[in-house]
């Protein structure tokens, strides 16, 4: 495991970093790519700082920041809906599986279709 990040705060900030450079790119954010930019050489590296207490909460925010990003990228047209979906899948458990009554994907493509359509229900 990298110990280049001593301190929550380091590690915060640097990512910060991250996604201001991949803004000002107009690129997407991913786990591989905060990975690499942190100096981890294994993303699984970078993800098992979730198991330490102290660095947990900033890699779950990095996560959902990246998840919400990914949500977001469904309803622009210039990103492959394919690969945004397989996105969602591999790195944020999403599946076209029926779990427990809900189809995540599915409600969450049929979200995205009514945005891009314009005709977002007000429910």
Same mark, same amino acid.
Request: hydrophobic residues 30%.
């Given at each position: 495991?990298?110990k ?5 705060k ?8 991250? /996604?201001?450079?991949?803004? %000002? !790119?107009?690129? @997407?954010?991913?786990?591989? $790519?905060?990975?690499? /930019?942190?100096?981890? #050489?294994?993303k =699984?590296?970078?993800?098992?700082? %979730?198991? !330490?207490?102290?660095?947990a @909460?900033i890699? =779950? ?5 990246? %998840?919400? !990003?990914?949500?977001?990228?469904? &309803?622009?047209?210039?990103?492959a #809906? #394919? $690969? +945004?979906i /397989?996105?969602l899948?591999?790195? /944020?458990?999403?599946?076209?599986? +029926? +779990? =427990? ?5 599915? %409600?969450?493509? !049929?979200?995205?279709?009514?945005l891009?359509?314009? &005709?977002?229900? =007000?429910?």
């Open positions: 495991m990298n280049k990040y001593k301190k929550p380091d590690l915060e900030k640097m990512a910060e970093q991250y /996604f201001l450079e991949q803004e %000002e !790119q107009n690129k @997407p954010c991913s786990i591989a $790519g905060i990975s690499y /930019f942190l100096g981890f #050489t294994d =699984n590296d970078f993800l098992e700082l %979730e198991k !330490q207490e102290e660095f @909460p890699i =779950n925010r990095i996560k959902l920041r990246m %998840e919400s !990003q990914a949500i977001d990228m469904l &309803t622009d047209k210039s990103y #809906t #394919t $690969g +945004v /397989f996105n899948k591999c790195s /944020f458990g999403y599946s076209d599986k +029926v +779990v =427990n009554g809900k189809d995540d994907m599915a %409600e969450l493509m !049929q979200k995205a279709r009514k891009i359509d314009g &005709t977002e229900d =007000n429910e």
